[in-house]
């Protein structure tokens, strides 16, 4: 960091289990990346190459390559994963993955209709050499999962051997965790985090106000995801309460006081 600062919270150093930020690449050019990193290096652990996009974008293998050598996770979106699955194309997105020399992958059902037990073995089979992100809820708007589907399916894929499961909320943040508002179930929310450990969970959280009231919620070091190639700083002065919605947060209280007496 550029100086130093007293009573902020204490964040892991990468590669880390907790505190991640996952960002959301909707197509970045190869110059664009190059200006992501040099900026926001230290602060991404994973790259989604959101949805289908990496089937348009120019240069992927060179793009993946950027990423990776800058430490992170980089994985293809969830519905291209199903966009394979529905065309019966399970062994040629695993022969894509070792092309772009991919070690992760993301398993998703949110689109289309697929019997758990299968979405298991998709987890179970590509966990064997790949790290393996699944995503939990549907893209649907409306469409409600009632919250002890949500744990049993989320500690399922986890026991196949996901190493986070996502909750779902598109990339408008209004389906699956939250309201067509955009704010949080909190009821759904805090069902799950009664039988799932955060520290399993990556909560997709586009929206500044869903970041805020996940790191109220749950502390710095919550794992987020679906964020801006933009809002990777924002989203760490977040963390760190060195922005308005979460400055007094980590302060002890003898300095609230103080402020609130002058």
Not at 46 to 74: C, D, H, P, R, W
Not at 214 to 237: A, S
Request: hydrophobic share 40%; net charge positive.
């Amino acid at each position: 960091m550029n100086f130093t600062l007293p009573y902020l919270p204490d964040r892991p150093s990468k590669p880390r289990n907790s505190g991640i930020t996952m960002m959301m690449d909707k197509g970045l050019s190869i110059r664009q990346v190059e200006d992501f990193l040099s900026a926001n290096a230290e602060l991404t652990d994973v790259v989604k190459l959101g949805f289908g996009t990496s089937y348009l974008t120019n240069n992927i293998k060179q793009k993946i390559k950027l990423y990776k050598e800058a430490g992170m996770k980089v994985y293809l979106g969830g519905t291209l994963f199903e966009a394979f699955i529905v065309r019966n194309m399970f062994d040629d997105y695993i022969k894509l993955l070792d092309k772009l020399k991919l070690d992760c992958a993301e398993v998703s059902d949110g689109s289309i209709d697929m019997p758990h037990d299968k979405k298991l073995e998709y987890i179970n089979t590509l966990s064997k050499n790949r790290t393996v992100f699944s995503e939990v809820g549907s893209k649907e708007a409306g469409m409600i999962i009632h919250p002890a589907k949500w744990v049993s399916m989320m500690n399922a894929e986890l026991n196949a051997g996901s190493w986070k499961v996502i909750a779902e909320a598109r990339e408008s943040g209004n389906v699956g965790i939250y309201r067509a508002n955009g704010n949080a179930h909190t009821i759904l929310i805090n069902k799950i985090l009664a039988k799932v450990k955060s520290e399993d969970i990556l909560w997709e959280a586009p929206q500044k106000a869903q970041q805020v009231w996940f790191i109220k919620l749950l502390g710095p070091n919550v794992n987020l995801g679906n964020i801006g190639f933009d809002d990777v700083i924002p989203l760490e002065t977040l963390r760190l309460g060195l922005r308005g919605d979460t400055f007094f947060s980590y302060l002890p209280s003898e300095l609230k006081q103080k402020i609130k007496t002058e």
